[in-house]
């Protein structure tokens, strides 16, 4: 399969068991929704994914394009097309969101072709510039120190510059509305949906709100509880968790013999 999939994915950390044979299918282009309460596994999933150390795969696969990457270390897996917004994205006094950004494109060429030659300054300042212009963001904001200072909207909108600068195949967005006003979540939206029109990226979003999902149109929304996925539908199913919570979704799963 063209993008993420997961096949009965169990994961402990600290001989707690946390992802209970968890499956998920994310083609490009299209965007998942997992939706779920605190401490049922979601961020675990995230971290998972992109290769954190601290978890430990007990069973199960986790596949790019059909390749399986349970043992490549995060930098292979993120140039494999593997992208994760971070809900506390780091600060990184002393370097340049431009600068971090030039350096991730020349690893990426360097992965891909050893004998690739760095970018030019004259032909990056032109990417930023046009990416920057799409998502409407202000030409100074590059030259500020990464996430050092910024509000919780700023780390999220260079988030969402780094996704359209490395073009990544399948983008895991971790709570990416965690700590933002209502203006802050439409622009972050916004630069997202403008980013799976012009790529064709596949996104998973982790949340546990509904209300990231008016802006950024789910094509498939997953409940997950206890580490597994119990429930999975259309956009309407974000809407029916907005309205009754999680306690209904537990009673289902209570009732199935």
């Known amino acids: 399969m063209i993008g993420l999939e997961i096949r009965n994915l169990s994961v402990k950390i600290e001989e707690k068991e946390i992802i209970k044979n968890f499956s998920i299918q994310v083609p490009k282009g ?14 675990t999933l995230s971290y998972t994914i992109m290769g954190h150390p601290a978890y430990e795969i007990e069973q199960g696969e986790i596949l790019i394009n059909d390749q399986i990457i349970n043992d490549w270390p995060t930098d292979e897996r993120s140039h494999a097309g593997l992208f994760l917004a971070l809900q506390q994205p780091v600060a990184v006094p002393g370097v ?21 030659k760095p970018i030019s300054i004259p032909e990056f300042r032109k990417m930023m510039n046009e990416k920057m212009a799409m998502l409407k963001i202000a030409p100074e904001f ?3 120190y990464l996430n050092d200072g910024f509000s919780g909207g700023e780390k999220k909108r260079a988030e969402v510059l780094q996704m359209a600068v490395l073009q990544p195949e399948i983008a895991i967005l971790d709570e990416i509305d965690s700590g933002l006003d209502i203006d802050a979540v439409r ?4 630069g997202v949906n403008l980013l799976v029109k012009e790529s064709g990226m596949g996104v ?12 950024i149109q789910p094509d498939q929304v997953h409940v997950m ?32 013999p």
């Open 30 to 43: 299209e965007i998942h929704a997992i939706m779920g309460p605190n401490g049922t596994g979601k961020s």
């Open 96 to 116: 340049t969101l431009a600068n971090f950004l030039r350096t991730a494109i020349n690893t990426r060429r360097k992965a891909a072709d050893p004998d690739s």
């Open 142 to 144: 590059s030259r500020r």
């Open 187 to 190: 622009i972050v939206a916004d």
């Open 204 to 215: 998973l979003i982790i949340t546990h709100y509904q209300r990231l999902l008016n802006y």
């Open 225 to 256: 509880i206890d580490g597994h996925i119990v429930r999975s539908g259309g956009p309407e199913l974000a809407l029916e968790l907005e309205e009754k919570g999680y306690d209904w979704v537990r009673l289902d799963q209570a009732q199935v």
